[in-house]
């Protein structure tokens, strides 16, 4: 069972910063695109920013100019670097990838466990 490991979440006050990290397992063949959603209480789950593996990304409009995404290929680790935070960025954000556990085998979609984001005064 392969594990994405989430941290970084918190609470922070309007116009303050965070940094969530995702980690997939070294172990594994490859990590194709990685991205991160977030669900609010009561709406549905939304993409946040996404990159693929040639670095490529892809923003929600809400969210452009403030948050950037970003990984670092050798750890098969995701970041999100959140500034200029909202209180309706407020919300329980959740790391995605697409991984190749063996090669020659297809990619597959796993979901990190959430982190919660509380933006506040």
């Known amino acids: 069972q392969v594990q994405l490991v989430e941290s970084g979440g918190g609470l922070v006050q309007p116009g303050g910063s965070l940094r969530l990290s995702c980690a997939a397992p070294?172990?594994?063949?490859?990590?194709?695109?990685m991205g991160w959603y977030r669900q609010a209480p009561g709406k549905e789950r939304e993409l946040v920013a996404a990159t693929t593996s040639d670095g490529s990304t892809n923003y929600a409009d809400s969210v452009k100019g403030r948050f950037t995404i970003s990984r670092d290929n050798a750890k098969n680790t995701a970041y999100l670097q959140m500034t200029g935070l909202k209180p309706e960025d407020t919300a329980v954000y959740y790391c995605?990838?697409?991984?190749?556990?063996?090669?020659?085998?297809?990619?597959?979609?796993?979901w990190g466990q959430g982190t919660q984001v509380t933006v506040s005064s």
């Open positions: 995605n990838a697409y991984i190749v556990l063996v090669r020659g085998t297809m990619p597959r979609d796993y």
């Open positions: 070294e172990s594994i063949w490859s990590v194709n695109a």
